[in-house]
């Protein structure tokens, strides 16, 4: 099957479109009936996501939560990722098909032992643990960043002063951190949903998007909260309470802030000749504002909070904190408690 040839499949259609220029994604119907799922990176280095990719598909085979590898491919300019999309669709998808806040929080719950699990698969060398150290990891990706993210524009962002503050912070920390296999960008766009039953909410929940998973500190996942604390926030109450509950120390927070920055510096820095720069930059400065709230609050509890845009200016967006679904948002703090 020639995935790289759209005429290949009995329908194509272009899904989650975001704010990455360099990659698309497709819900592809093929010959035989099946519904796939196919991203095409374009990179400089395809060959890198195709062994990347053909590299998973033993992680599949030791039981990893994630959804079955089928096919890549590249060409000079892109690669071509083809893996099994479940009846369910995307989480994102089936969030927004009606369910409540209380439904959410619950799927956040099950998602947090999907990404336990998957955390918890030791699938790397003894060898290469040392070079893996969670330490040099943030030591380089700073390096990195200082390197390469050097247009004037950029050093003036609300996020590049906050990054190299927290970092100094978290030094002590990140040597106590361990190394595990991570998603580092767990996002509800890149879960996937199984359907176990007709009973709702009985379902698998797991992972795709095979090119962002990586080694690392599980917190770095949370980075991803960033963008997620405004679009699902009782999901991410039940994300925080399933995975973490209460044995969170104050280096969570620290950490948590840390990575939510790195993760937003290096996306500034892939979108920087985009058009897509500022409106990410703006977009990610109303989650960092709502993640400083969450901090300060020093609880993994968070109150219902909404996104608005000015409308005198829509490059300003400003920020309203709504009050709590009250017996809801309690209802639901109980079951984390």
Known sequence: ?????????????????????????????????????????????????????????????????????????????????????????????????????????????????????????????????????????????????????????????????????????????????????IHADMGPRNVLVQHRSQIQLDCELVLADYDTIEYGDPYLQFAAMIVMLQEQPAYCMGLLNGYIGNKVTEDFYELLDFYSLLVTCKRLYWLRDSDNFYKYEQYAKCGYRLLENFILHNSVYISEQTITKKSSDVNEPGIVITKPFSRLIAKIRSFGS
């Open 1 to 181: 099957m020639d995935i790289k040839n759209f005429a290949t499949f009995n329908d194509v259609q272009e899904i989650n479109l975001g704010l990455d220029i360099n990659t698309k994604k497709y819900r592809v119907i093929c010959n035989d009936g099946s519904v796939c799922f196919l991203k095409i990176i374009k990179s400089p280095s395809p060959k890198k996501y195709y062994h990347h990719f053909v590299g998973l598909q033993k992680y599949y085979d030791k039981g990893l939560p994630i959804a079955k590898p089928i096919m890549a491919d590249f060409d000079s300019e892109q690669a071509y990722l083809l893996y099994e999309f479940l009846n369910g669709g995307d989480l994102h998808e089936y969030m927004e098909q009606g369910k409540n806040c209380f439904e959410r929080y619950t799927l956040g719950l099950q998602f947090a032992e999907t990404l336990k699990k998957f955390n918890d698969h030791d699938l790397m060398e003894d060898s290469k643990k040392e070079n893996y150290a969670v330490s040099n990891i943030a030591s380089e990706s700073m390096d990195w960043l200082s390197k390469h993210f050097d247009s004037k524009e950029a050093r003036k962002t609300f996020f590049w002063d906050k990054l190299q503050e927290s970092y100094e912070k978290i030094i002590p920390a990140l040597k106590n951190r361990a190394v595990s296999i």
